[in-house]
């Protein structure tokens, strides 16, 4: 059973970057695209970025190029992303999610989600 | 960027159909992708490819796409399938390759 274990929330201050990490088991990890999605307090939801592992190869939504970095370790089966330049509008739910067909399919397996609160 | 438009709210009563639509620039042209989300929940994929059910999603739940618009179908509709549900496609010719819609709020009455 594949499972998508995220890390635990955050509390930022504006101006500073955040890295949360989304770890796979039971699956092969470098075959599948992972994407990044958040969701803002009562808000839909928002695509962000994705990485194929096994190409170490990432791209992003245009909204986020510069700010925000996917990257993924394929000995440990981890995906991370890190979000800099962080203001209040960034307070969302982020998810890991992994594509089912490997590159562009349905997002059949999610990480539980990472609250990250941005505050000063 | 592509844009998926769906409305707001859908209302329904327990055993009647449910039909939830994600409108887009000839979307039949491309795949369709369809999540429900349970408060406080990840979403959870219910339909791939336009009508494809992961295993486990039961068969109440069906997906169509032509034209200009895409429908997620709920057949005999239960209070457990009250959720918010999700559009969304890959459009990889532009700067914005994920696309979800804004989200329908489906409402069993």
């Known amino acids: 059973q594949v499972q998508l274990v995220q890390s635990g929330a955050e509390v930022k201050k504006p101006g500073s970057s955040v890295k949360v990490s989304c770890k796979a088991s039971g699956g092969t990890f470098s075959s599948y695209t992972i994407s990044w999605v958040r969701q803002a307090p009562g808000q839909g939801l928002e695509w962000m970025g994705r990485?194929?592992?096994?190409?170490?190869?990432?791209n992003y939504a245009q909204k986020f190029q510069g700010r925000v970095t996917i990257t993924a370790d394929k000995s440990t089966s981890t995906a991370y992303m890190e979000l800099s330049s962080l203001r209040s509008e960034d307070t969302a739910v982020y998810y890991c999610?992994?594509?089912?067909?490997?590159?562009?399919?349905?997002?059949?397996?999610w990480g539980q989600g990472t609250l990250v609160t941005v505050s000063s | 960027s592509y844009v998926l438009t769906q409305p707001p709210s859908v209302s329904v009563a327990p055993g009647q159909t449910a039909r939830i639509t994600c409108g887009g620039n000839?979307?039949?042209?491309?795949?369709v992708h369809w999540y429900q989300q349970k408060p406080g929940q990840a979403p959870v994929l219910v339909v791939y490819?336009?009508?494809d059910r992961p295993s486990g999603i039961p068969e109440r739940f069906s997906g169509s796409n032509s034209g200009n618009t895409a429908t997620l179908t709920i057949s005999r509709v239960e209070a457990g399938d009250e959720a918010d549900y999700y559009c969304?496609?890959?459009?990889?010719?532009?700067?914005?390759?994920?696309?979800f819609g804004g989200g329908t709020k489906l409402t069993v009455l």
């Open positions: 990485i194929i592992p096994i190409l170490g190869i990432a």
């Open positions: 000839n979307i039949g042209s491309k795949s």
């Open positions: 999610a992994r594509d089912g067909s490997g590159y562009e399919g349905g997002l059949d397996y």
């Open positions: 490819d336009d009508s």
């Open positions: 969304q496609v890959w459009d990889s010719s532009s700067d914005h390759p994920g696309v």
